[in-house]
Structure formats: C-alpha cells, structure tokens
C-alpha cells in the first residue's frame, strides 16, 4: 500500500530539521571567517606586510635587459632561451634540491618584478582598474590582466625546461626557453 502524502513529509520532518540547523551553523561559521577575514583586511599593512619574507633562490640570466622589447608570454616567443642560475640554499643542496626535476617539460618560476619602480615605492598607489592595450580601450580589473604593476610585485611565467646543469652541490644552473623575463630578475 502506498503512503499517503501527509506521511511522507512527516517522517521527513526530523531530517529537514536537521539539515537547516546544519545549514544555519555552517552559515554562521562561514560568515565567522569572513568578518575575521575583513577585520585582518583593515589592520594596519605595515605590520601583514612584514609578516611575508621571501628570499630569492636564484636569478635570471637573460637577453632581455630592459622591459621595453621583452615578450609579453613566453608562448608568443618559444625560442627565446635564458638560464636560472640557483644560489646556495642555506646549508642545504641545490642539486639535491632539484632532483627528480627532469622529469618535466615545464616548470612554474615565481618571480619578483624588480624593475617596477611603482612596486618598490611605500607610497605607491595603483588604479583598481586599467586599460590594457589589447582591449582596445575598455577598462577591467587590475587581477584580470598581466600587468606588473600590482600591490605585490610577484609574477609568475611558464617556461620549458630544457636541462639542468649541476656544476656542484651549491652551483645549479636550469636552461630554459619560452622564457619571458628580464635578465636579473630574482625568482
């Protein structure tokens, strides 16, 4: 015999119930990490900005000296080859370091854009939104294009990796191309 609608929905009850209370706490958890995550926001940069160090582990060796000239992404110039010298890292090895990376075809470099002069200014001020040349005029965010240009001054490119030379334990050198940065940029 089938049940009737009314049955149906009252054995339901205690689940329903159960799932809004779920719902309702995890709401209120979430809106918990937002307000944390606005307050952290409105604090004084200063000191969230001294709470991030890096140190570069190596450095770009290139035939692009200035930006003017560079290409805009490696893809568009696959020919274009350069070097990543890697320094010592601590007391550590840098050939023990890269290991096993010869694995791979590509690898992600993380970088500074140390010719930015509007980067290294503490008084800086940088537009939310810009034009970029290829939009022909029209204006969108800051993080929808690849401007160097930023509040942090880090990059990332993608470059194919065409061998690893390991001079000794601490002197490492990463041939690459498809390479799209100035020579002596830190990475």
Do not use: M
């Not at 054995?11 to 799932?19: C, F, I, R, Y």
């Not at 990490?33 to 409105?42: M, Y």
């Not at 900005?49 to 200035?66: D, E, H, K, M, W």
């Amino acid at each position: 015999q089938e049940p009737n609608v009314d049955d149906r929905n009252s054995t339901n009850k205690p689940k329903l119930q159960e799932e809004k209370h779920r719902n309702s706490t995890n709401n209120a958890k979430l809106q918990e990490l937002i307000t944390t995550s606005k307050n952290a926001t409105t604090e004084d940069t200063t000191t969230s900005t001294s709470a991030i160090q890096l140190q570069p582990i190596g450095i770009v060796r290139s035939i692009y000296r200035l930006c003017v000239g560079t290409p805009r992404q490696g893809l568009l110039a696959p020919n274009a080859r350069g070097c990543i010298q890697l320094h010592k890292l601590g007391d550590s090895s840098v050939a023990a370091a890269v290991s096993g990376l010869e694995g791979f075809a590509y690898i992600w470099i993380l970088f500074v854009f140390h010719l930015n002069t509007q980067s290294t200014n503490q008084q800086r001020r940088f537009k939310a939104k810009i034009s970029p040349p290829a939009l022909g005029g029209k204006k969108v965010g800051i993080f929808a294009t690849r401007s160097p240009h930023r509040w942090n001054p880090i990059g990332i490119t993608l470059c194919k990796l065409d061998r690893i030379q390991v001079h000794n334990p601490h002197e490492v050198t990463l041939h690459v191309s498809g390479l799209d940065l100035v020579d002596g940029t830190p990475v």
